[in-house]
Each structure stands twice: as structure tokens, then as C-alpha cells.
């Protein structure tokens, strides 16, 4: 309850309860605020939380926000992807693409923080977010990785069969092995 206070004194201060995590005024009120909305996402999520449906209604009843900006940045991004894949006909931003380099940083950023949830590192990556992306045609590895794993996996198979690595460069088996 200290904590829930001093939330409702900073919101009674500032109009908000969206406490920086490392807030000088309190750096605990804003590590305890920021551990809400992780244990509410675990809550969600269906994961071991000790987040309570007491504990979200007394929150919210303080206007308490479980989104950050971040979240809401991320739903105006995939808005702007779609729109992309509407006059380009894919979700392969380029990273630095000059038409809006936010949103090729925001796509790439997307693929690593995919790749984080899969290897079971702290991640941004929700089940919900990966279906909002799926269900547009994003692709998670990029054609250059399909690529390398195709003529990485090719070569394993030209080892094994001709006892070596050294692709001739016009080799007839495969020209696009040799390069």
C-alpha cells in the first residue's frame, strides 16, 4: 500500500501515474511501477505473475496505464507497415529506407526481438504482436539469412558427396554454390 500511495501522491503531482523506472524523485516507486506492468503482461500473458485482478482495479481506479508509449508507438508503426506492404507488396522494410527510417529500424528491431523471445532472453515480443505481424505476411528471417542457410546447407551436402569445400566458381552442379 506505501508503494500504491506514493503513486497516487505522484499522480495527484504530475497528472499521470507513468513514473520514469529510474525517477530521481523515488527510483523505488518507479522500479515498483514498472514491475506492475510487467507482472500484469506475465498476467496476461499466462505466465506466473502476482499480479491480482484486486490489485488491477485499485490501479485503474487511479487512471493507471498498463501501456506505455512505447506500446502505442508500436501499434502506430505496424499501422505505417501495413500501409507499406500496401504500395510495396511486402514487409521488407529496409533498415535505413530514406521513405521513413523509423519505421526500417522499427521492423528490424521486430525481427530481434522475435529472435530473443525464442531463445528465452527478456524480449518486447507478445504472442499478440507476432500474430498482428503474421496475419500481414511479416517473415521473420530476412531472403539474405534463407539464403545463407540454402547455400550453407547445399555446401554441407557437396562435402559429403565430393569429400571437399572448394566449389569450382562455374561449377555446373550449382553456379550460385561457387560464387
Known amino acids: 500500500d ?29 522500479r515498483w511501477v514498472s514491475k506492475q ?23 485503474e481506479s487511479i487512471g493507471f496505464e498498463w501501456a ?17 506492404k500496401a504500395d510495396y507488396g511486402g514487409c521488407s522494410v529496409p533498415k535505413e529506407w530514406s521513405g521513413n527510417k523509423q519505421l526500417g529500424r522499427w521492423v528490424s528491431k521486430q525481427r530481434v526481438q522475435y529472435r530473443y523471445l525464442q531463445q528465452g532472453k527478456e524480449s518486447s515480443m507478445t504472442e499478440e504482436r507476432i500474430a498482428k505481424l503474421e496475419s500481414i505476411g511479416f517473415e521473420w528471417a530476412l531472403a539474405s539469412s534463407l539464403d545463407w542457410d540454402r547455400r550453407f546447407n547445399e555446401l554441407k551436402q557437396y562435402k559429403a558427396e565430393f569429400g571437399g569445400d572448394s566449389v569450382p566458381k562455374e561449377w555446373n552442379g550449382n553456379k550460385q554454390l561457387g560464387r
Open 68 to 84: 506505455l508509449a512505447s506500446s502505442l508507438d508500436w501499434d502506430r508503426r505496424f499501422n505505417e507497415l501495413k500501409q507499406y
Open 37 to 59: 506492468r510487467v507482472q500484469y503482461r506475465y498476467l496476461q500473458q499466462g505466465k506466473e505473475s502476482s499480479m491480482t485482478e484486486e490489485r488491477i482495479a485499485k490501479l
Open 2 to 30: 506505501r508503494r500504491f500511495n506514493e503513486l497516487k501522491q505522484y499522480k495527484a503531482d504530475y497528472g499521470g501515474c507513468s513514473v520514469p523506472k529510474e525517477w530521481n524523485g523515488n527510483k523505488q516507486l518507479g
